[in-house]
């Protein structure tokens, strides 16, 4: 079972629409790699180009529903 997170919630991570890689979402891929785990095995990101769906931007999902929740904790 994977949990997904959409961007919108992790309000954690100040989005530019002019920046495509923020320091925060630096720091938040670190805080990932050392709490969650690795990627593409522990959680990882889908990226949705199409702005007609609600789904557009980023989702992250976890393999652990904990550490998705702490993800959450931390990041929202």
Same mark, same amino acid.
């Given at each position: 079972?994977?949990?997904?997170?959409?961007?919108?919630?992790?309000?954690? @991570? /100040?989005r530019? $629409?002019?920046?495509?890689? =923020?320091?925060?979402?630096?720091?938040?891929?670190?805080?990932?790699?050392?709490?969650?785990?690795?990627?593409?095995?522990?959680?990882?990101?889908?990226?949705? @180009? /199409?702005?007609? $769906?609600?789904?557009?931007? =980023?989702?992250?999902?976890f393999?652990?529903?904990?550490?998705?929740?702490?993800?959450?904790?931390?990041?929202?």
């Open positions: 079972m994977r949990v997904m997170i959409h961007q919108d919630q992790l309000r954690g @991570l /100040n530019y $629409r002019n920046q495509v890689f =923020t320091r925060q979402e630096q720091d938040f891929t670190a805080w990932l790699e050392q709490n969650v785990g690795k990627l593409d095995r522990d959680w990882g990101r889908i990226y949705d @180009l /199409n702005l007609g $769906r609600p789904t557009y931007g =980023t989702t992250w999902w393999r652990d529903e904990h550490k998705a929740t702490l993800t959450l904790l931390k990041w929202s």
